[in-house]
């Protein structure tokens, strides 16, 4: 399975959009501190609703700590300075998708400290600074998982009422 790591995520509503893309997906979700936030913080509940129970989620307390806690996966950095677009890229079961905080990305000697080819990137116009973390967490782990057939989807959530517009 794919993770998701947050590196010093800074803003609740994001994170907690986060926790519900991983509810959805089965993807676990890995925080590495120092947080901007509480983890019971209002505006996280808020935009992670009820799907805190269904995720997978595990709080680090440093970035030294969850590579040692996750082993020796294969890192992919994502960033605006990535050299390869994401949708170019083949991902692998158990890949980490390593995402940093919302105001700066992630540090450049994280980035030089990888594959240049393990550092992803998603296609922007022109002059665009970033996307929203919890928008660029999305594009990028349902890309993951439709390269991996969608492997344990299913149509609801046991539990959650599912409602069809």
Not at 91 to 102: A, C, I, N, S
Not at 135 to 151: D, M, P
Request: hydrophobic residues 40%; proline residues 7%; neutral net charge.
């Amino acid at each position: 399975m794919i993770r998701i790591a947050l590196l010093e995520p800074e803003i609740p509503p994001n994170t907690g959009a986060i926790i519900r893309l991983a509810a959805n997906t089965g993807m676990p979700l890995h925080l590495i501190e120092p947080l901007g936030f509480e983890l019971d913080d209002k505006r996280l509940r808020r935009a992670g609703l009820d799907y805190r129970e269904y995720a997978d989620v595990s709080v680090h307390g440093s970035l030294a700590a969850f590579k040692e806690d996750v082993g020796a996966h294969r890192l992919v950095a994502v960033s605006t300075r990535g050299t390869v677009a994401y949708s170019d890229y083949e991902y692998q079961d158990r890949d980490v998708l390593l995402f940093g905080p919302e105001t700066r990305g992630l540090p450049q000697q994280m980035l030089d400290s990888l594959p240049a080819d393990q550092c992803v990137r998603i296609p922007m116009r022109p002059n665009s600074r970033s996307l929203n973390l919890a928008n660029a967490v999305a594009i990028i782990a349902y890309e993951t998982w439709r390269q991996q057939g969608f492997s344990g989807e299913a149509r609801a959530i046991p539990g959650v009422k599912n409602v069809r517009g």
